[in-house]
């Protein structure tokens, strides 16, 4: 059988490149708000290439090679994986507060075990939170990827045992497999829209959804013999309307899109069209330029690294590094030189190596000693064309011709996501073929049955450990000069951007906290220390630590479940206080009100048996007389019956005064009209004034969005990282508050001159955490208010 040159699908590669830009600057930038896209167009690519590898095999033997298949996978990608997910964990462990760091050892051994998408669906996670990144979020695409290579070879061993052997080598067998991908595309579309109804953050993530997205590329490469007839003015049209088609995605879907049903059929076609376009013919595909072009081709060709390493970057350039407008420069530099280092250094080396590579007899090696590999009978041997005679020695068609080349030799294409298919630079050359051979293959060869270009050909013969070192020890050291300087030009950046770094370990330092004695009263002494955190350049020893509080968040807040949506709560178990006093006090509202829930309690405890207080209401429900839109299916069904307990509570044992909180953003009412805040003002004090005693209603607002805890806080970094300025909604909702407590004839309390200084929010006041997340208190914090808060009422006539 002659061997038939392997070319590399320029188009595949540089469609590769388009879906892994949009990746990218999908989470660089947040535009093009559909670059999330890319990884359906990936899913595609590699449902087309994976199959046709296992065509290639079932054609050749009748049956399919798992063991050659699952080894060039592992040399494929597990390398590069493995050092993106050591390195994400050290450097979690290093820069992360402890509960993320222990939370990203948990998404690396999730992705090892290529259940990633499981573990994020089934925690709920938001792909699109701009709040709770996993710096190996992206690897819930290659967990599916890898499910649907585990699974796909084993079904399809199963199915073809259904033909005689011989069935399985021809057309009978590729239908077979046609046929079972189209099943599993219909299958996986009806999933897909049932979950993304249902439970759209889990159907984002489901295997189940996106599996029809690999099948459709599979449907592809069987498809192949027949697609690759198409007309060459046809396959244009298409390519060029696939390419539209996910440039088109990437523009008009965003976020907030139902995906992926339906809308992840407008990238899925586009890669599809362009995909079954390229079948047959040139495989450069001059035309399409826009893909095919060099810088393209080698965009594509380190895709896979790229990937890998992108997201990770960015999301501990925004622990370290300050937003500016050097940030993303230094990102992309960093990036850049992480994944030509890697691509260079590791992913090609490794899957170009004898590793886990069979040793075949010699009767498998030589063709000539063993079957045929093709089904069909070979042409007799005609005579070759005057033109082709005239041809040098080592001279291949639709090759160039240098004098003592050697043909190019075929590729061993292991596809992955999102892998580049690589250029023939990068194998291993063969040994010399006789001229004699060469001009016999030329003379006989038939014209190639229409298949997957590049995915169907033999694989050519591993290199020994010996040729492999000669080959790419070269290529490891540019890889290290590569990392080497690309890694001092990204330290001289950051020096010359942000000056030094200043790093510190927890607990060198502590704020000193101002003499009680220079105080006259609770406020001013939490204003001081307030003030001090401001200007502190390194963390305080703090009391519960910061790794605490962000792990614990709400569930040692005593009042906890008098809050959950779950249950009905028990007044008495939500009573603080002498059950004897005389003066009863209410706190209601959603969980800002919650957060304050230890301040109330601390106040009637500390209230000399006068005062006791119940502390009521849900998470996520706002009291208002009008209901407001929320994304938790729970609160939604029971916020308007938990208002009425609530009511129904007052009117069993009435109130001496009530106090409300509810979180200060802008909201939209069930039925889609937008509230603005003195709407939501207005909403609030018609809703409690209507079981209140006149006049003693007291609006205590949320505190001001501090930062993210979870994002700012690194235990090399100082406070600063975690400042946060009072913004624009708060002020907004504050104003519109005192104004309708004022019109009212009732009372407004901010939070703001006992949580952030100069309208500066910091972290920590003293040596206590202020906030577990952005909004709220923590317990120990709120517990510090109750002589702050008495004081506020009692100058209002109200304690």
Known sequence: MPVVPRRTRLDLQGLRALAVLGVVASHLTGWPTGGFAGVDVFFVVSGFLVTGILLRDLAATGTIDLRAF????????LPAALLVLSTVVALGFALFHQTRAEQTLGDALSALGLVSNWRFGLQGRDYFSSTDVSPLQHFWSLSIEEQFSLVWPLLLLVVIALLPRTSRR?????????????????????AAVQLTASDPTGAYFSTLARVGELGVGAALAALAPVLGRLPATLRVLLAWAGVGAVVAAFVVIDPTSPFPAPWAALPVTGAALVVAAGIGGDPRHRHLFPLTNPLSVAVGNVSYSLYLWHLPVIVFAGVLLPAGPAWMPIVLLATVVLTVATYLGLEQPIHRSPWLERHRPAAEENPAASEPVSVAPEPAPVARPAALASRPAGWVPGQRYY???????????????PEPEHVTSALPEPAPVPAAALDHASATAPDPQPEPAAETAPPSRPLTWAAWRERFSARIGLAAAVLTIGAGATVLSVFVTYGAPVLQLPGITTVAAPDPAEVADALPTLQAQLAAAVSADAWPELHPGLDEVIRESSSDNRAHDCFTPDATPDPGRCTFGDPSASHH?????????????????????QSGGAWRATTVGMYGCRFTDVMIETRDPAVAANCA??????????????????????AFTLGTAVGGASLDAAQLATATFAEVGAWAPPGRTVFLSPPPHGADLDRCYSPVTGPSACLAAVDDVWTQMESATEAEAAATGNNAISALPFTCWQNVCPAFAGDTPVRYDETHLTPAFAERLAPILQQELQARGLY
């Open 70 to 77: 699952f080894a060039r996978r592992i040399r494929r990608l």
């Open 170 to 190: 021809g057309v009978g067998g590729r239908w077979l497999v046609g046929g079972v991908a189209i099943v599993l595309v219909a299958a996986s579309a009806v």
């Open 641 to 662: 019956a938990r208002k009425e307990q609530v009511r129904a509570m007052v009117a069993a044992d009435p109130a001496d005064l009530v106090i409300v909180s509810n």
């Open 403 to 417: 004098p003592g080349a050697r043909p190019r030799p075929a590729e061993d294409v292991t596809p992955a996501l």
């Open 585 to 605: 006090l209410y706190l209601v509202g959603d969980s800002s009100a919650m957060a304050y829930a230890p301040t109330i309690a601390a106040l009637a405890e």
